[in-house]
């Protein structure tokens, strides 16, 4: 009988610390994986990721994330366009997907490539968070068609925002005047969006 409780003790214990474990030993390969970025060893950040316990710990999702994101501070574009497409390709809940479109329409739009920003662009509105949607096509607006058709909205917006929140208002503000043509005011909101972004 002693030693039937002292097996579902150790059972017990078992199962309740596995979650620990797990915890634990994800910080520990988090914290390598950070390491690996802040040296930029970019070959033995590859080595890690592909190692059996770390494949285990994280989801293939977290994993190719991770690429992606070495790619991009790699600067390496190639990499970037195939870790998108990878990703795109997974099987992705909204949480996920929400994450890699986001990302792929910020990016694009940065890199200035019209076409993979409409591409991203699409996938967005595809999304449920209107609030994702709308500042998406807020900044479609501005960047790709050279709209000002957000101007009164963001005016509004901009006179109850946070601090924190004025020089990106600004700076949406200066881009509309100058896709309207009012340069005297694309100066100004540009000049404060400096001011307030330091």
Sequence with gaps: METKTYLIVIMILLIAGEPIVQHLLKKKYRRQIDACFSAHQWEVLEELLNKKIVRFLFSPFDLEYVRLN????????????????????????????????????????????????????????????????????????????????YLDEVLASYATCSAEEKYVHEYLLSEMYRNQGDEEQALHFEQLSKAHGR
């Design 70 to 149: 070495a790619g991009m501070a790699q600067g390496n574009r190639k990499r970037i366009d195939d870790q998108f497409d990878l990703l795109l390709r997974m099987r992705l809940n909204e949480r996920q997907k929400s994450i890699v479109c986001l990302n792929g329409f910020n990016y694009y739009l940065a890199e200035n490539d019209r076409k993979k920003t409409s591409r991203f662009y699409r996938l967005v509105n595809e999304l449920k968070d209107e609030q994702i949607k709308r500042s998406v096509r807020i900044s479609y607006d501005i960047f790709v068609e050279k709209g000002y058709r």
